[in-house]
């Protein structure tokens, strides 16, 4: 049986997190990280193989809470330099940038956001070819 594989990014107010393996993983352990993630009110997007929780958390506490809830994967931490980039005013993910989003929201907004922040969310879809 595979390990999942996490690769861990820290975000100013939240954290991702992407699954390398995620197509050799069996049913089981899917279903216990999307219960990690539906229970930190997180956004899992298949697509993309990429979780994303609204909350600050470090990669150490990120592998202490894996530990605790008997998830036994491998961790590797993404390190990107802090830039300051243009934060989301409103929802859910108000405080967030706009490139820590998922690929799932980034298209929910591009279908049904006319606001002000429309420029920065069509560049931030160009960015990522979607």
Known sequence: MNKPYLIFTQNKNSFSV?????????????????????????IFDFDTYTFTVAKKLKF?????????LSIDAICEENIIIAQNQPRIGFGQYKGMQYNELTDSYLLWLKVNYRGIDRVIIDKELKKRSL
């Open 18 to 42: 992407y699954i390398k393996n995620l197509e050799q993983l069996n049913v089981n352990q899917i279903k216990k990280i999307e219960s990690f993630v539906s229970n930190r009110n997180g």
């Open 60 to 68: 150490d506490d990120f592998i202490l809470l894996l530990k605790h």
